[in-house]
């Protein structure tokens, strides 16, 4: 970050009077040189494959893809998209430049106005944006940062109009949108309304309850924590917002009488006969483990002083096997500098109470017969009832007083003499170990088998629905993958409900 308490670009703005005073960043940017249609090579490829056989061939088949078209050297690489649910793919080429420097930015007053409360919601008011410019070496070719870098050259740019907006007025939006499901089951929208988006809500929402609390007490531990903050805090609200939509407009209901056209179509194709008793049978047989899963990777890996020591899961294994002394040096080094870069983002004030409360809530939500076997036994002989809170807090506060993660001299010591016992007996490891190998082995290859099962029947959904009428399907548009997308429309008014109107300007 640019930022400083001596210099709080986060809360005052900084523009760059001269170039000279852009300031370098870590960032880079990919422009999109074209798009290739790989389908029939993939789909070739994946002949007579279903499951996780298909899933495991289709990774490889992309990977080669991917490796193939991409060139190091003119920094170009390619990723392969999966569209339609696996029915299309499309190979998107870029050129990245890693020299990006900052120009301008608003400070948080107009950047984030609104803050969380607008989030999400339309219309919205906010200059959310930053000025960056993009550097390359004298040929126009990308660079790594360097002064003598010149401006990057586009080879085209949109102009910029100060005519005022007229009602009707043509729009459009070149940009790369996240992730959507719009093609989901109505098994999936079920899942997501009853157990997977609020258990998500409530998880982020005790996170956010404890960072906001520090952030507020210290401008340093604000900047520090600002970045992460942010990034929960725009999915607890999206999250919150979908399931409310999706209850609001029945969108399960919704699409229960899509899927009864379609069953009475496939009634006679022996392809699709099957398809939707068989993909109720798969989400019946995951639905009693999907809040497991949330909460190990909201609530559990949500202490972020846990997550850091579940990444040292793969050093403990590397020690175990008698590993060769060149790969421990290899795996130790990438763990000390993990932890340089976890100590410089870490909060343990907030982290702490974090930890004690998402461990509480585990213990009450979870089914018990999922719990890690013994833990919640032992939490009790040694710290008291599991129906109170003092509980958890004084086992957190043991965490964070004994582990060797936040003791510069135990840390170097066993970096200098790594010894998997060592580590195993840290109890920031041997909690994070103890709830990751409990779900690694009894629920991470339940939730494998449901996804490629999920991932086949979407598919296979999707290609009868394009199948069943085939001029509707044209008309249909893929689910957003991360790729570049374009959309337009007009500048109109807009009325969501009764007694509200909001003018095109």
Known sequence: TASSVEKNYLRDGFYAASMNEEIPTSLSVQFLLRIDDVTKEVLDSLKGLSGAERVQKQTAVLAAINKRMSNADESIETRVSSLFKGNQFLAFVYQRYSDVRLVGTPPESVGKFGGDTDNWEWPRHTGDFSVFRVYTDASGKPAKYNKSNIAYKPKWYLPVSLKPLKDGDFAM??????????????????????????TLVKLRDARLKYMFEEMKKDPAVKLQLASSY?????????????????LKYDVYGQKQKAETVFNTWAATRSDYQTLFSDWGKAYDAWRPYAEHRVYMSEGIMGSP?????????????????????????????????????????????SDE????????????????????????????????????????????ADVFAKTMI?????????????????????????????????YNSKYGPLWQQFNAKNAEFGRLYLKGIIEMDTNKAKMMYPDATFTMRVSYGNV??????????????
Request: charged share 20%; proline share 4%.
């Open 353 to 396: 109470k974090i930890l004690a409360t998402v461990t509480r809530m585990f213990y009450e939500d979870i089914d018990k017969q999922q719990h890690p076997v013994t833990f919640y036994g032992t939490l009790k002989n040694q710290y008291g009832a599991l129906d109170n809170e003092d509980t958890y807090r004084r086992y957190a």
């Open 492 to 505: 109109k008014s807009y009325q969501p409900r009764d007694a509200v109107k909001y003018d095109y300007v």
């Open 230 to 246: 942010a990034s929960i805090a725009n999915y607890w609200k999206f999250f919150d917002g979908e399931t409310k939509q999706l």
């Open 173 to 198: 939006i070149w940009g790369y949108p996240g992730s959507t499901n719009r093609y989901e089951s109505s098994y999936g929208i079920k899942l997501a309304t009853d157990i997977t988006n609020p």
């Open 305 to 349: 002083l846990i997550a850091f020591a579940a990444s040292l899961m793969q050093l403990e294994s590397i020690l175990a096997r008698n590993s060769s002394p060149a790969d421990i040096q290899k795996a130790t080094a990438a763990a000390d500098q993990a932890r340089k870069a976890f100590l410089e983002a870490s909060n343990k004030v």
């Open 406 to 438: 936040f003791d510069n001299a135990r840390w170097s010591a066993f970096i200098a003499k790594p010894d998997a016992v060592v580590l195993q007996n840290d109890p920031a490891f041997a909690h994070a170990s103890t709830f990751a190998s409990n």
